[in-house]
Each structure stands twice: as structure tokens, then as C-alpha cells.
């Protein structure tokens, strides 16, 4: 067995030279890559001989957690006929196009937790990269390369188990880094538009300065104009590496042989994790480990880099990944005539002295991710578990509605109020590839449904039946708001809180009967509460209902409050100010899903805003909100600085200063505004 414990939620982002899942664990993705469908076969090599989804448990179970699945352009147009198949073994084959292998190969991958990188090998289905060494030739243009790649991304859009798109295997010959890292972005922005989850991963060139490596494997030029994509935190560069068995290279005639080979690794590619740039996969790396002593060498040197031992001296260094360099191994296939397989000849048989080298870099199991076709509404539940479970929908999102009840979920048609519910889905995805997070939706009640609506209020009073029967069959259709919280009203008032604990029903029918005519309103913001607190998002991640009930069962006790401003994180970062503006829901809930993955903090101090700019510290004064306000409604489209003034500068200047306040630069900064500048006429200007 390869891997250790199961991580994997989710989709994944990267942070510095470590790639994250969804909830912020780092990862080591340890592939392996299964070829043909690139092939004039359109078909994954070996299934003349075994059943495919036997050969994918055989994987998992041999301890890889990600198949790199190379593809041609010419395999999507359709037109080739799979060849290589007993359909007597894999009859579920029989009649699919080349599209749909890889459908069938991405959903039985999420049900036993592996993931899929799509690896787009070549443009003509062929062996090998493509023959002039570009990602376009005379056949399929650059725009059809981008093409082929957002259909894909929008075709596995929302589901968890396809990671990431390798967007073309060993660029070489003609190609320079500088044109090959300006298509790739652009085909990383043109995935990103339609798919913005995947990782993209971009390959190196063969040459740069005059400096010659392995097909793809060179990403000496990344260092001074590496890739930047729209989406930030989603670039893996993935160069290739192979022995001296495949092509007997110079630096395997080194005198220092083979204590050279963590310079030329760390020349070529590795820089960019060690110097915590990006991370790393090794795309492909692979060899036969048959006779040649030299690529027991080369192997051992590549281990070590790949458990953050860059410089060999037996120590994994500082700052390397906390999980490991990802990695590839080349490959599944015992046809490969350079490395041969993982698979002995008769595609059964594993290979001992590779799995046991491969150990040495284990990576982790990763949970199961499922997928549930349907068409008229949830026709079976999931078994649930750690995984992303998804609810594919034919329809298009505005003909239907989603609503959670505890762990039901309820799937309305609002043309026809047709109803159908399951339970264990995560997410559900419709056909215009709208995805609707079901575990982020409020869990409806019919009271709080009845609370939203002073007319319902008259009508059913604390009917709950009732209220539940006109939702579905009325106020679904006629587009009525869930906007009353039972457990945000009760968290709202100590005195609920003490009466009725954490039981939203009896927040709703208190509401109906007698917080309405008291004015009592439901003003606890659960997502602000999440956000104050690491721990609390530890546990409940985005569970507004969870938050609202720990703070009326426990957090009140403890002394826990809101401290967590959306507003002020929106400001901390001019995208996030454009993106959100005022809306400090939207704010909170990029903090609560985001984050953490990016690296970002609500940094923004609006009173050094204010002092930076005399006109603000006239007009606003010492108010903290407004000078919020005041940069995300006008401050980026001004150009004005966020932090001008200088308040360490500040108490330098004066003694006085120093001796009322010490080091509080807050205090500082308010003196500044309060009387610094307009009564006293003080500077942080440094005074010579």
C-alpha cells in the first residue's frame, strides 16, 4: 500500500509550494498514468485483457489516489471507433464514444476516491506528444485546443473527482517558454471563465537560454515569467523526468554521478518548490528497473527531492511541502516501451521493486466522491460519507428549487410543483451547469417559512403542516423568500436563548404568536460568528444552523461575540473590494470559503485610512465604519492609498506622544486624526 489516511474533500487550490483540498489539508496527489485513449485505439490500454473498473480498484488499492488520463483532440470530435476492448469482460463499454469512456472512467473514480487529471497528449490520436512539438499543428488549431478544454471543463464542472487539466503533454522543439507560458494562460483564463475549480498545470519546454532537458521538463524560464492565471492559487507546474535508460543525457556522465542530479533537479524544476514559488506534480517519470544501474540512481536522488530533500544531504528541508512534491509514475501500462508498467506483462501481476520504491512517496487515500445521474428529481439516496456527493439534473436551475430539511433534501419542479427528495447530497448540478451547495443552504423550516410572510402568519398561525403544504405546492412557484431564522431569533435574545435552547421551531412559533407584535427582530449574523472563530470553523465549517446553536448553547456562556467584519475583509484586497463591494454577506462568505485556502486575513485598518488622507480625517473623523465604507465606495476607484500614514513615525516624532501612549499605534493613529493633524499641526513625517 501506498497511501496514508484519507484526506481529499473537495476540490483543490494550492498555498505557496503546497496543494490544499477543500478543507485546507495538504495533499500529495500519487498518480498514475493510464494511456490509450490518446491512442488510434480511443480506448484505455489493457481491456483486451481485464475489466476496467478491476484494473482502477487494483490501483486504488495499490495505493495511488489520481490517474493521469491522457487524451487527443481527435478522441473528442467522436469520430473514432474504440478498438482493443473485450466487450465479453467490460460489456458497459459497448457503443460509447471516447467522451463517454471518460465519463464512465470520472464516476467510477469518485466512487472508490480517486481523482482524474486530463491530460491532453497530443492533437491527432497518435503515440507519443505531438510530432512538431506544439500544442497546435496542422489540423487542430490553438483555438481548438482551447476549445476541446472548456467543453471538458464545463462537462465535469461541480464534480470533485476531476482535479485538474494538464493543458498540454511536453511542449518541445519549437516551442520557447516564452510562447508556450502565454498560451497556456491563455487556456488556463479560458478554462477558469467556465471552470474555475480545477488546477491548471503547466508543463515546461525542452530548451531555454540554450539550455537543453528533457521534453517538458524545463521550467528554468518560470523563474523570471512564470504563469498567472485569473484564478489566483490554482497553478501546478508539472515538468517530466526520466533515466538514463530512456535517453543516455549528458548529466548522466557526470564525474559526480549521481551526486549531480540534485543541482540539475533543482535547476530545472525543483527551484519552484524549494523557494516555495508553486508547487510541483512530476507529470511523468518512470523506468523499467531491469538492468541499467544508473536509473536505480537517478530513481533514488528523485525520491529524496520529492520528500523535500533538495540538496541531498539526507534532511527534508525547511519550508518543503508538508505532504511531499506530487508526482505521476509512467505508467500503468506494461506496453510502454521505455519504462514498461506498474503491470508486469499479463496486466495483472504488479511489479514488486517499483511498488516498494513508490512507498517511499506514498501519498494519502482520498474519500470517495459520488455521482448521481437523473433527470425528473432524486430517483435514489447516497450512502453519504466524507465525500462530495452530486446530483446531476437535466432541467435548467430556474425551473426548480432546492431545499434542505436536517439531512432531506427536496427538489421542487416550480412549473409543475413536482416534488421528489433523498438524502446525503452535497451539491446539485442542472443542466446550464449552475451548482447549488445543498450543505450551505439554511435548513427550511415550515414555521420560518410562515414567518417570512405576514400573510401566511394569518393564515396558518403555527400550522406547521399547513405552512410546509403551501410552500411546496404554492410559494415555491410564486417565488416566496425563506428570510425568517428561527435560531438566529433565539440567538438574538437571552432571553429565548434560556427558554428554548437550540429548537428553531419554537423560535418560529414564538415569532408568529408574539415577537412580531414585541418588535423583536432575528438579528444574529451566524456566518460573522463562524468567522470570529478558528476553532468554531474547524467544526462546522459553513453550518450557519450549527453556529447559531453553539452560540446559544455555549458561546453566550463563553463570552463569544461577532468580531469579524465582512466589510472591512472586503476592503483588505482591492479584488475582493470590486467583487463585493458593501456586501458584507458576500464578504463572510468568501472569508468562510476561501480564505483560508488564499491566504488572506481582514487586514484592513480604516483609521490609518483615514489618517492617510486630510480630507477623510476632516470629514469622517475617528468613525471606523465609514472610513470602511468610504474605501469600498469610492477609495479603489480614486486610486487612494490604504495605509499612507505612518504611526510608528508618528510616536518617533514626539516624547510626549510616546510617554502617553508606549507602542499603541491604534492610539497613536486616533490622536493623529483626533487632534494630531488639524488642532496640533503634527506630521509622521520624519523631523530631521
Known amino acids: 500500500m501506498l497511501s496514508r489516511a484519507e484526506n481529499g474533500t473537495g476540490f483543490f487550490s494550492t498555498r505557496g509550494n503546497e496543494i490544499l483540498d477543500a478543507d485546507g489539508h495538504a495533499v500529495r496527489i500519487a498518480a498514475v498514468n493510464w494511456y490509450g485513449l490518446e491512442t488510434r485505439n480511443a480506448s484505455p490500454d489493457g481491456l483486451f485483457q481485464r475489466n476496467w473498473m478491476d484494473m482502477m480498484d487494483q490501483m486504488k488499492s495499490l495505493g495511488f489516489n489520481t490517474i493521469r488520463l491522457p487524451y487527443s483532440s481527435e478522441l473528442l470530435e467522436g469520430g473514432l471507433a474504440p478498438v482493443g476492448i473485450d466487450y465479453g469482460r467490460n460489456p458497459d463499454l459497448q ?191 518512470g523506468s523499467k528497473l531491469e538492468g541499467d544501474s544508473k536509473d536505480w540512481a537517478w530513481l533514488d536522488v528523485l525520491i529524496r527531492a520529492l520528500n523535500g530533500d533538495a540538496n541531498g544531504d539526507g534532511v527534508t528541508d525547511p519550508g518543503a511541502p508538508a505532504a511531499g512534491l506530487s508526482w505521476a509514475w509512467w505508467s500503468w501500462n506494461p506496453s510502454s516501451g521505455d519504462t514498461g508498467g506498474i503491470l508486469s506483462g499479463n496486466w495483472s501481476t504488479p511489479i514488486a521493486a517499483k511498488i516498494q520504491q513508490l512507498q517511499r512517496i506514498a501519498g494519502q487515500g482520498f474519500v470517495p466522491n459520488q455521482v448521481l445521474h437523473a433527470t425528473d428529481g432524486i430517483s435514489e439516496s447516497f450512502a453519504g460519507g466524507p465525500g462530495v456527493d452530486t446530483l446531476l439534473v437535466g432541467g435548467v436551475s430556474a425551473g426548480w428549487a432546492v431545499l434542505r430539511r436536517g439531512d432531506d433534501v427536496f427538489l421542487v419542479n416550480r412549473a409543475t410543483g413536482e416534488t421528489d427528495h433523498g ?45 410546509w403544504t403551501h410552500l411546496l405546492r404554492h410559494g415555491l412557484a410564486e417565488h416566496r423568500a425563506i428570510g425568517f431564522d428561527g435560531l438566529s431569533y433565539i440567538a438574538s435574545h437571552a432571553d429565548l436563548s434560556a427558554a428554548f435552547g437550540a429548537d428553531e421551531e419554537a423560535g418560529a412559533r414564538h415569532f408568529i404568536q408574539f415577537g412580531r407584535l414585541e418588535g423583536r427582530a432575528a438579528g444574529f449574523d451566524s456566518a460573522a460568528y463562524l468567522a470570529s472563530y478558528d476553532d468554531l470553523r474547524a467544526v462546522f465549517g459553513r453550518d450557519a444552523e450549527a453556529a447559531a446553536g453553539h452560540y446559544i448553547t455555549t458561546g453566550r456562556a463563553e463570552g463569544r461575540s461577532i468580531t469579524f467584519d465582512g466589510l472591512r475583509y472586503a ?86 506622544l510616546r510617554a502617553a501612549f508606549g507602542d499603541d499605534l491604534q492610539a497613536a493613529t486616533r490622536h493623529y486624526i483626533e487632534r494630531g493633524l488639524l488642532i496640533e499641526h503634527r506630521t509622521d513625517d520624519p523631523l530631521g
Open 95 to 285: 457503443g460509447l464514444s471516447g467522451v463517454q469512456f471518460i465519463d464512465k472512467i470520472v464516476d467510477y473514480a469518485g466512487q472508490i476516491g480517486l481523482r482524474i487529471i486530463l491530460d491532453r497528449h497530443r492533437g491527432p490520436a497518435g503515440d507519443g506528444p505531438n510530432g512538431g512539438g506544439l500544442w497546435y499543428d496542422g489540423r487542430y488549431s490553438e483555438q481548438d485546443w482551447i476549445d476541446d478544454w472548456q467543453m471538458l471543463a464545463a462537462r465535469y464542472k461541480g464534480n470533485a473527482t476531476v482535479i485538474g487539466a494538464d493543458l498540454h503533454n511536453e511542449p518541445h522543439a519549437g516551442a520557447s517558454w516564452a510562447a508556450w507560458s502565454a498560451a497556456a494562460e491563455r487556456a488556463g483564463a479560458a478554462i477558469q471563465a467556465v471552470n474555475p475549480d480545477w488546477l491548471i498545470l503547466v508543463e515546461g519546454v525542452e530548451i531555454h537560454n540554450g539550455d537543453w532537458y528533457w521534453w517538458g521538463g524545463n521550467l528554468q524560464g518560470a523563474a523570471t515569467d512564470p504563469v498567472v492565471l485569473p484564478v489566483a492559487n490554482k497553478l501546478v507546474y508539472s515538468p517530466h523526468d526520466y533515466p538514463n535508460s530512456v535517453y543516455g543525457q549528458p548529466w548522466f556522465n557526470d564525474p559526480n554521478f549521481p551526486g549531480n542530479l540534485h543541482e540539475v533537479f533543482q535547476k530545472q524544476w525543483g527551484y519552484l518548490s524549494s523557494q516555495g514559488i508553486a508547487p510541483i506534480l512530476l507529470g511523468e517519470f
Open 571 to 656: 476592503a483588505s484586497y482591492d479584488d475582493l473590494s470590486l467583487a463585493f463591494g458593501t456586501d458584507q454577506a458576500g464578504a463572510t462568505a468568501h472569508f468562510l470559503d476561501r480564505a483560508r485556502i488564499e491566504g488572506r486575513s481582514a487586514s484592513f485598518d480604516p483609521l490609518t485610512y483615514i489618517a492617510s488622507h486630510r480630507d477623510l480625517t476632516e470629514a469622517i473623523g475617528t468613525d471606523a465604519r465609514q472610513g470602511t465604507l468610504h474605501w469600498l465606495h469610492f477609495g479603489v476607484q480614486e486610486h487612494r492609498a490604504r495605509a499612507g500614514f505612518d504611526a510608528a513615525q508618528y510616536l518617533e516624532n514626539y516624547a510626549d
Open 423 to 467: 438524502r446525503d447530497i452535497e451539491q446539485i448540478r442542472f443542466g446550464d451547469n449552475v451548482l447549488v451547495k445543498v450543505t450551505a443552504l439554511h435548513s427550511s423550516s415550515p414555521l420560518e417559512y410562515v414567518a417570512s410572510h405576514a400573510d401566511l402568519m394569518a393564515a396558518f398561525g403555527t400550522d406547521a403542516a399547513a405552512g
